[in-house]
Structure formats: structure tokens, C-alpha cells
């Protein structure tokens, strides 16, 4: 099955720096690369998301890089503030069995200290 | 966006009991929903994937006996622990599909399962 490693665990930044968390997986057939974001005590959100016919995507101060030969991608977080401090979780889904299946990164914990 | 809600948020039950978890879609039908389990510090496991009118899908290792999951309705599925034990305890959070599109995919916001 799918195996998705997300790094780092933990980071953290100085307010208005860049984040960036990587995530590798290892099944070339997964199509799609959403990254979740999930505040303390709080469900997970979609943040941004990636299909594997697209290199990049950006959306204001996040932005998502796909590279499918190397099956690795990344988000990149620009001017960090404290408010991007939560739990991010990168996922590979593909369909299999008729239905789409997501696997989970093991989740960064990201710290914007002010 | 749609919303998915689950219930209860959090309980506490003595070992042996089995506790129900509900997971409704409340302005969308859900063909397809999905039961995550999450331990402190660490990322969302999945479980089963609950498919309405059929059988839930389960992941390996998990004991579909002891974990079961009815998909009755297309804006209900609900999990049922069983005779749960102290290292059933754990945070379980539920998700569904809006339209069969993987890219809307919403979470539910989790249950808090305390086993004595």
C-alpha cells in the first residue's frame, strides 16, 4: 500500500519567515496530494491540494510543489505568522478498490513564535 | 463550506462497554465516509472506509469485529466500539466525500474515547 513520510516533526520559526515541510510517498499511482491543517482541539482543514498533472500551486502566502519522478512534494509557507501555529498534515490519495483511498503524512508541528 | 458532524465529542465509558460514535453529513449526501483513528502527537490512521448500503472496507490490522461500522443512510454512519478496553482510548474522527470528489473531503471534529 501506500507509505507516506512527512519531515520535518517539528519546526519551528521566527515570525515572517518561511515554513517548508516535506513529504515523500511511494506509490506512483496516487493522483492526488492535499496538505491539511489542524489547530489544537480542532478538526482538519484543507488548505491546499495538488493533482499530479500540476508542478505548483500557490494561493496567497501558500504555496504546494509536486515533483512525480522523485515522488516527493512540499508546502512552502511565506511571512509565517503566529496564527499558521497548528499541526499540518500532508496526504497521497489514489483510487483503488472503485474507491479513493488518502493516506496520511505523520503530521509537522509548526511553531511561529512572535 | 459543508459541514460533517460527529457526536459525541469526548466519553468516558468502563471497560467492557461498547460506546457508539455518530457521524452525520448535515447538508450533504455522503456516499462514501471514512473513520480515522488518532494517537497524541501523531497522524490519522485510517480505519475503514464506511460505503453506504454496503459493508465498510477495513484496513489491515483492524478488527472489524471489534470496530463496527453501519453506513445506514446517506448522511449517517456511525462506529461502534466494542467491549472497549483502555488501549481502545483514543481520539476517532470521521470524514465524507461531497460528490464523490476526493478534493472535498470534510472532517468531522472528533471524539475523545476514554476506556477505564
Known amino acids: 500500500g501506500e507509505n507516506v513520510e512527512q519531515h520535518p516533526s517539528t519546526l519551528s520559526v521566527q515570525e515572517g519567515d518561511s515554513a517548508v515541510i516535506k513529504c515523500t510517498y511511494s506509490?506512483?499511482?496516487?493522483?492526488?496530494f492535499p496538505w491539511y491543517k489542524q489547530e489544537l482541539g480542532k478538526r482538519p482543514q484543507l488548505i491546499i491540494d495538488?493533482?499530479?498533472?500540476?508542478g505548483e500551486k500557490k494561493d496567497q502566502r501558500i504555496a504546494v510543489t509536486l515533483n512525480k519522478t522523485a515522488k516527493h512534494f512540499s508546502l512552502h509557507i511565506t511571512e509565517t505568522q503566529p496564527e499558521d501555529s497548528a499541526v499540518y498534515f500532508c496526504?497521497?490519495?489514489?483510487?483503488?478498490?472503485?474507491?479513493?483511498?488518502?493516506?496520511f503524512g505523520t503530521g509537522t508541528k509548526l511553531q511561529v513564535i512572535p | 463550506g459543508a459541514v460533517v458532524s460527529q457526536h459525541p465529542s469526548w466519553v468516558i465509558c468502563k471497560s467492557g462497554t461498547s460506546v457508539k460514535i455518530e457521524c452525520r453529513s448535515l447538508?450533504?449526501?455522503?456516499?462514501?465516509m471514512f473513520w480515522y483513528r488518532q494517537f497524541p502527537k501523531q497522524s490519522l490512521m485510517l480505519m475503514a472506509t464506511?460505503?453506504?448500503?454496503?459493508?465498510?472496507?477495513?484496513e489491515q490490522g483492524v478488527e472489524k469485529d471489534k470496530f463496527l461500522i453501519n453506513h445506514a443512510s446517506l448522511t449517517l454512519s456511525t462506529l461502534t466500539v466494542t467491549s472497549a478496553h483502555p488501549e481502545d482510548s483514543s481520539f476517532y474522527i470521521c470524514?465524507?466525500?461531497?460528490?464523490?470528489?476526493?478534493?472535498?473531503?470534510?472532517f468531522g471534529s472528533g471524539t475523545q474515547l476514554s476506556v477505564l
Open positions: 506509490d506512483s499511482a496516487s493522483n492526488y
Open positions: 447538508d450533504f449526501q455522503a456516499t462514501t
Open positions: 496526504a497521497a490519495s489514489l483510487e483503488s478498490g472503485g474507491y479513493q483511498k488518502v493516506t
Open positions: 470524514s465524507a466525500i461531497l460528490g464523490g470528489r476526493i478534493e472535498k473531503l470534510f
Open positions: 464506511s460505503n453506504e448500503g454496503s459493508k465498510a472496507t477495513y
Open positions: 495538488i493533482r499530479s498533472n500540476v
